[in-house]
């Protein structure tokens, strides 16, 4: 349990309800120390144009790459404003994507009918992989019952096992990822760990699951780290830290061109994150992701702390709904309200509480962000 005297940072929102914040002597935490340090200077370059023609050299390393080839890159396509948006740039750039969309149960009729228009639209092939119900429903529901704070891991898990695999499977050398420090570079490691542990997972669903995982799809260090990069040659490129990105003209943009509807906070498109980030982090944890997004977007020039604060007086979404989406999870859960209200109220574990392969894992992260273009 977190006994600190509450402090927020006075640069941007975050807070001690992040238990390993630090702060200098102006009160300025560690989060906003780090941006600072090692991403403002790509950022405000992004921002004036400055990196645009490393975007055009990238464009083109990635056609020459694909050329002779159905598609010269691949990404995930979520519905969400940042793949949406990766989207519409790189049909814009004149590249040849192959979107590939993890269907996990999950999603909102709004985000179906994003990516339906997006597709459409911009002419671009999809591929939608539908996950094995009762082994994802098993899967998720053992993550509560862990009490773990991250307990979105088994769609986060599953999406880069897929994308990377129909890369293999076409020849793709580029993979466009949405990731960008404009909007998300904030997020504090305790609030979660990080998905891409397969014996965190499978510790888990071997203590709490019930259904064996024949079809679910699972990465592990060396197909993830090794085989996918150096071997087969696949290489992540992020697109969105080379040119002005702005979230809220992002949102203007992808109105206008390709039917896009928003569907309230950063990741919602998803009925389950929704619930997750919206309702179970804060009830059980005290997380709130919207200090991380809202704090992001302060320190990249695009939002004023004062709206920031101003937007966490609001509940993290409709209380009405938050009722109704809990009904829904439980149900498709399998459980009862009251169950899944029980559950809710075991004690809250950490993920060390679990086996991991953390220290093999960081190893991998700082190979992989040596090697992976900004």
Same mark, same amino acid.
């Given at each position: ?302 939002? @004023?702390?004062?709206?920031?604060? =101003?937007?966490?007086? +609001? *509940?993290?979404? !409709?209380?009405?709904?938050? /009722?109704?989406? &809990? #009904? ?7 459980? @009862?309200?009251?169950?899944?209200? =029980?559950?809710?109220? +075991? *004690?809250?574990? !950490?993920?060390?509480?679990? /086996?991991?392969? &953390? #220290? ?15």
């Amino acid at each position: 349990m977190n006994t600190r005297a509450y402090q927020r940072c006075t640069s941007c929102v975050m807070d001690t309800t992040d238990p390993d914040i630090t702060f200098n002597e102006q009160g300025v935490c560690n989060h906003c120390q780090r941006y600072d340090l090692m991403v403002r200077d790509v950022v405000d370059r992004a921002t004036r144009g400055e990196r645009l023609q490393e975007l055009d050299a990238m464009v083109e390393r990635i056609k020459a790459a694909g050329k002779g080839k159905d598609y010269d890159c691949i990404m995930g396509l979520s519905g969400g404003v940042d793949s949406s948006y990766v989207a519409y740039t790189a049909k814009r750039l004149g590249l040849r994507p192959l979107a590939v969309h993890f269907d996990s149960g999950w999603n909102s009729e709004l985000a179906v009918n994003n990516i339906e228009n997006i597709v459409k639209r911009l002419g671009i092939d999809l591929y939608t992989h539908v996950v094995n119900w009762e082994e994802m429903r098993d899967l998720q529901l053992a993550f509560f019952k862990a009490s773990v704070a991250n307990c979105d891991i088994p769609t986060d898990h599953a999406f880069p096992a897929i994308l990377l695999g129909q890369a293999a499977r076409h020849g793709i050398k580029y993979v466009l990822s949405g990731a960008n420090y404009a909007t998300e570079f904030i997020l504090p490691s305790a609030w979660g760990y990080q998905s891409g542990d397969q014996r965190h997972l499978k510790d888990i669903h071997k203590k709490f699951g019930q259904a064996p995982l024949r079809e679910y799809p699972t990465i592990g260090f060396f197909k993830q780290y090794i085989w996918y990069p150096y071997i087969r040659g696949i290489k992540t490129v992020k697109p969105l830290n080379y040119l002005p990105y702005n979230k809220f003209d992002a949102k203007q943009v992808i109105t206008q061109e390709l039917g896009w509807r928003d569907y309230g906070g950063k990741h919602y498109e998803s009925i389950f994150t929704r619930f997750f980030q919206g309702y179970y982090l804060p009830t059980k944890f005290g997380y709130d992701k919207r200090l991380a997004h809202l704090s992001s977007l302060i320190k990249s020039g695009q939002l @004023s702390r004062e709206a920031a604060l =101003e937007e966490l007086q +609001r *509940p993290t979404y !409709d209380p009405e709904l938050q /009722a109704e989406d &809990k #009904k829904f999870v439980a149900k498709k859960l399998g459980v @009862s309200v009251s169950e899944l209200d =029980e559950i809710f109220a +075991r *004690p809250r574990k !950490d993920y060390t509480d679990y /086996a991991s392969n &953390k #220290k093999l894992l960081d190893i991998g992260l700082r190979v992989k962000r040596a090697f992976t273009k900004l």
